[in-house]
């Protein structure tokens, strides 16, 4: 079975500095995806970044990182240069892939973040 | 181009009643997925929809029917709306294989 772990309900990062969200992963399958998505107040699945896994190297999509490490089955989200726009719940997410293509995804708990000026 | 599209936003039910939530997307995307959130929980996927044509169980499928229209609509009905079906309701899409799956606005549905 394959499964998703965020151990951080909650954290909180001053703004302008960097903070790093925790997230395992477990899976047999030799091919997968992770995602982080992003969900403020409003309610909206905003899509931050993906790590295929594959990558040789770590994505990166303008503030945000993914720290991919294979052997220890982890994908932390990094933020750099918080703001306080990024206050919001996030979730990592695996995605499973099935013959004929089509995927679906394995969401974590989410982690709520709270920025402070 | 509106994405993922879902009606209605909000939703009050009495137990037994039924209802169907639409969902429609305009990216010509094959898979379309509906999931639900509870309070304090990730997304749990209900059903999805490979392809046209095809439909199948995801993890928490009990209660809930499914309907892939054609390719761009994906429905999901509550035969008979129970307490424990307050949930918010999320459609997603997405292309096959690498790509990642496009969110609608959620629907917050109650039942009393």
């Known amino acids: 079975a394959q499964k998703i772990t965020q151990t951080q309900p909650g954290m909180f990062v001053q703004e302008k500095e960097a903070v790093t969200l925790d997230c395992t992963y477990d899976?047999?399958?030799?091919?997968?995806?992770l995602f982080w998505y992003k969900q403020p107040s409003s309610g909206e699945m905003i899509f931050l970044i993906y790590?295929?896994?594959?990558?040789?190297q770590n994505a990166t999509e303008g503030r945000y990182s993914l720290n991919f490490q294979k052997a220890r089955k982890s994908a932390n989200l990094v933020i750099s240069a918080s703001q306080l726009g990024d206050s919001a719940m996030y979730f990592c997410a695996m995605r499973e892939v099935f013959s004929g293509g089509y995927n679906k995804l394995i969401f974590g708990a989410g982690t709520r973040l709270a920025v402070h000026p | 181009n509106a994405g993922v599209t879902q009606t209605p936003k909000f939703q009050v039910l009495k137990t037994g009643q039924s209802m169907t939530l639409q969902c429609a997307q305009d990216?010509?995307?094959?898979?379309m997925y509906w999931y639900r959130q509870d309070p304090g929980m990730g997304l749990r996927l209900i059903y999805y929809?490979?392809?046209?044509?095809?439909?199948d169980k995801g993890e928490v499928p009990n209660g809930y029917n499914v309907s892939r229209l054609n390719k761009r609509e994906f429905s999901l009905r509550l035969e008979s709306a129970a307490p424990s079906q307050t949930s918010v309701y999320f459609c997603?899409?997405?292309?096959?294989?690498?790509?990642?799956?496009?969110f609608g606005p959620g629907t917050r549905l109650t039942v009393l």
């Open positions: 790590q295929g896994s594959y990558d040789q």
């Open positions: 990216m010509n995307h094959n898979s």
């Open positions: 899976t047999s399958d030799p091919s997968y995806g």
């Open positions: 997603a899409s997405s292309e096959a294989r690498n790509n990642e799956q496009f």
């Open positions: 929809s490979a392809s046209e044509g095809t439909t």
